[in-house]
């Protein structure tokens, strides 16, 4: 087969698995809207995630340029004062994976290989508009691969990329300090990125309070979750859609869709969702928690209660203070898996304030996420001392386990009740 054959077949690859890419996330979006609970304040947030995560899309609707963020221990407030839109990379889709599974490991995070496949789809002529960078700290070991991962993938993209070198023991005074520098530098890659020398503390402190304000919007979300009033399946929507347009706005329509959550699920015991991300349009496990009649009040999963670290207070404000303390809040609030002295992550989920919240832990699994998987097993024994029921549940990117995972979810469920 001559070039030109290879490249016709992989053009014709590519225009139907983004047929079927259009078809899965309509299927999803027709779902959440025929729910007994859509409500026209939640359609912003489903419009966000139908209308694609290209970045032609998002800087059109943000008014920003776009900078991808591969994870999320990037301050995001130093991106918004020098005027660009973070996007965090998820991959949602189960078909785009076709795109890129051939060129990668057999058993790899679906939601990389995911994303990968869906910048393929990016590349091949939705819009054209490339991300303006990409930052990308070191947290798992495919993350730390990613752009090696896009050159084997034939994704032909070269902007400007950044790594945040993560320090991976929190409580170490050399590890704050050193993560402090790492800060610096991104505040160094974003000044020559955008050509703006120097930013003024006041922006800097207003950007901060701009986050905090739509912290303590999020934070009443959380807390109708945690009574009960908030669906996961809503909760995610709305979190999911987080980094698809401009924080103001995202934070309004969450106040806006706040009064809709008054009524409590009828029976079904309460659990805690803990474990790989979830994203859309594959929301698979959260309709199927749904189904098996379990209400998740709590997660701790970094697309939904964890999309950013909560608010940033400080007492310095000078330039120093004010990015020391964002550095410490990116560091020492986040509970990826990827530390070693992790016990805050698992104290968070044992907490003496939340054993009456929940009556077990459903830990979701994605296959070839090996951080989730090897805290489970920490977790799991933890959890079993003291009493709690505990469930894992390893999935991939595919609907064929369903009726697997449902059977396994009921009978949990059953063990819960008795």
Not at 4 to 17: H, S
Not at 23 to 47: G, I, M
Not at 345 to 374: E, M, S, T
Request: charged content about 25%; overall charge neutral; hydrophobic content about 40%.
């Amino acid at each position: 087969m001559n070039i030109g054959q290879q490249e016709n077949r992989q053009g014709r690859l590519i225009k139907k698995i983004f047929d079927r890419f259009t078809d899965e996330a309509a299927q999803e979006v027709n779902l959440l809207k025929s729910r007994p609970d859509f409500r026209p304040e939640l359609e912003y947030f489903v419009d966000l995630l139908a209308a694609g995560r290209d970045p032609a899309t998002i800087a059109n609707r943000t008014g920003r340029k776009v900078v991808a963020l591969m994870c999320l221990q990037a301050p995001l407030e130093l991106f918004h004062v020098y005027g660009l839109q973070p996007f965090k990379i998820f991959g949602g889709t189960m078909v785009a994976q076709r795109l890129s599974a051939p060129q990668l490991p057999a058993i790899m995070c679906p939601m990389l290989r995911s994303a990968l496949g869906e910048l393929h789809l990016d590349l091949a002529g939705r819009n054209g508009e490339k991300f303006l960078a990409w930052v990308a700290p070191t947290t798992c070991d495919w993350v730390v691969k990613i752009k090696d991962m896009m050159e084997v993938c034939g994704v032909k993209e070269d902007p400007p990329f950044h790594r945040l070198e993560l320090p991976h023991l929190k409580d170490r005074d050399e590890s704050q300090e050193r993560w402090l520098e790492e800060i610096y530098l991104l505040k160094t890659f974003l000044s020559e990125l955008t050509g703006i020398k120097k930013i003024k503390r006041q922006d800097l402190a207003n950007s901060m309070r701009l986050y905090q304000k739509t912290w303590h919007v999020f934070s009443r979300l959380i807390d109708l979750k945690r009574q009960g009033f908030a669906p996961l399946v809503w909760f995610m929507v709305i979190t999911n859609s987080f980094f698809f347009d401009d924080v103001e706005k995202w934070s309004a329509a969450v106040e806006k869709a706040l009064p809709l959550f008054t009524e409590r699920p009828k029976n079904g015991p309460n659990v805690f969702l803990a474990g790989s991300p979830i994203f859309f349009p594959n929301l698979k496990m959260l309709h199927l928690l749904e189904e098996a009649g379990l209400n998740v009040v709590m997660d701790d999963l970094c697309s939904s209660e964890r999309i950013f670290p909560g608010a940033v207070f400080c007492d310095d404000l000078s330039e120093h203070g004010l990015l020391k303390a964002l550095a410490q809040r990116y560091h020492q609030g986040c509970l990826c898996p990827t530390f070693s002295d992790n016990d805050r992550r698992i104290n968070n989920i044992i907490a003496p304030a939340h054993k009456d919240l929940y009556q077990g832990v459903v830990f979701h699994v994605l296959k070839g996420c090996h951080p989730f998987d090897l805290e489970s097993l920490t977790l799991e024994s933890r959890l079993k001392d003291l009493g709690f029921k505990f469930i894992k549940l390893e999935t991939d990117y595919t609907s064929e386990d369903s009726q697997t995972l449902l059977t396994r979810l009921e009978a949990y469920r059953s063990s819960l009740v008795n």
